[in-house]
């Protein structure tokens, strides 16, 4: 069962904002709608008792005579990977079929930015709110806590979530990868990855894992996150290259990132997977179609999305489901990467 904790008492109110800023409600909700006719240093005041109350003020004040609005508010860090966005598509699509709209906002990987999106959304009163992993600023989680409404996270895990959480362990999956290349008879794999935090954690389960082993310390090369996606790994695999001369395996935090290096250890000569073992992060569509075939650790990031909605559904029903599920990986070995009894 949802093992969120209980409130404290209930979500502040504009008459508690207007006590704790030590003005009138009147003019405490003038600050927050009409802040022109409130002098500045009101709006301070009033400002501040916000940050420290967590109040949400209510945009559809007057216009609703329930709670039932029938909007669940999603956010993810990016459209710009498959994986999200099958998670996303499979979520809307449950959540549409009981008669419940998704409104949508991307984070770009920055939890300040969720932060921001959440107290706009909680504003609209929805009836539930999905976020993609587990880093929130403290803001945000006492603005999901006094906001009372059931709370989804999913695409991580962790046995302690806000609400209800449906993913799996990124340092789980790293330390899968590392023992994946490891049995292929690679001994001096590599990391490629990006600067967010999920990439962050599976290279730390990969780099435990090579530690437990007595391996030499995996090299990394990190980008940034929003950098452009054109070449992005022919470049990182390049900087490898350079950096590491030696390295023999690389484990990259996407496919699409893997798939530049599969081209790029082609423009080089190199022979994958004698000369260079190549694994990816997602199992995308395209993995099959690479020239050797992409080794990928398997997300079904659909699915998530389809348990991630039917908990959301139960929660809002009033019904109790299991806090915390963790769904797993899988490593699909192709030709990318190569068996332990072909070593040369």
Same mark, same amino acid.
């Given at each position: ?16 904002? $207007?006590?704790?800023?030590? &003005?009138? #409600? ?23 008792? !916000?940050? *420290?109350?967590?109040?949400? #003020? ?9 709670? *039932?609005?029938? /909007? ?32 949508? @906002? ?15 959304? /909680? ?61 292929? @008879? ?29 391996? #030499?310390?995996?090299? *990394? ?6 950098? #452009?996606?054109? @070449? ?6 390049? +900087?490898? %290259?350079?950096?590491?001369? *030696?390295?023999?395996? !690389? ?5 699409? /990132?893997?798939?530049?290096?599969? $081209? ?6 190199? =022979? !994958? ?10 199992? =995308? ?8 075939? /992409?080794?990928? &650790? ?9 348990? @991630? ?5 139960? %929660?809002?029903?009033?019904?109790? &489901?299991? +806090?915390?599920?963790? !769904? ?17």
């Amino acid at each position: 069962m949802s093992n969120r904790p209980a409130r404290p008492s209930a979500a502040p109110t504009l008459k508690d904002l $207007a006590r704790l800023a030590g &003005v009138s #409600p009147i003019t405490a909700s003038r600050a927050l709608h009409r802040p022109e006719l409130v002098a500045e240093a009101t709006r301070t005041r009033v400002a501040q008792a !916000v940050e *420290q109350s967590g109040y949400v #003020p209510n945009s559809l004040a007057g216009g609703l005579t329930s709670r *039932q609005t029938r /909007l669940v508010a999603a956010i993810v860090p990016s459209m710009g990977h498959s994986l999200f966005s099958d998670m996303l598509d499979a979520l809307i699509t449950s959540l549409a079929a009981e008669r419940y709209e998704t409104t949508l @906002g991307i984070s770009r990987y920055d939890p300040a930015h969720e932060e921001t999106w959440l107290a706009a959304m /909680l504003s609209r009163r929805p009836e539930g709110v999905v976020l993609t992993g587990t880093e929130h600023t403290a803001r945000a989680r006492r603005l999901l806590l006094n906001a009372d409404i059931p709370v989804v996270e999913l695409w991580d895990y962790t046995p302690h979530p806000l609400d209800v959480i449906i993913g799996f362990s990124q340092e789980d999956a790293g330390r899968a990868a590392f023992r994946h290349l490891a049995a292929c @008879g690679y001994q001096r794999p590599a990391i490629l990855r990006s600067d967010d935090s999920r990439a962050h954690r599976r290279a730390q389960g990969f780099l435990r894992a090579a530690a437990e082993t007595g391996a #030499p310390e995996p090299v *990394q090369i990190v980008f940034p996150e929003d950098s #452009p996606q054109t @070449g992005r790994g022919r470049d990182a695999f390049s +900087a490898l %290259r350079a950096q590491a001369p *030696q390295a023999d395996a !690389v484990f990259c935090s996407s496919d699409a /990132l893997a798939q530049g290096v599969l $081209a790029q250890a082609h423009a080089l000569g190199l =022979q !994958v997977p004698r000369q260079m073992g190549v694994l990816g992060f997602g199992d =995308q569509a395209l993995a099959v179609d690479c020239i050797p075939a /992409l080794s990928s &650790v398997k997300v079904d990031g659909a699915y998530i999305g389809r348990l @991630g909605a039917a908990a959301l559904i139960a %929660r809002m029903r009033g019904e109790n &489901v299991t +806090a915390a599920q963790d !769904v797993g990986f899988e490593v699909i070995a192709r030709a990318s990467t190569r068996a332990a009894a072909g070593r040369p």
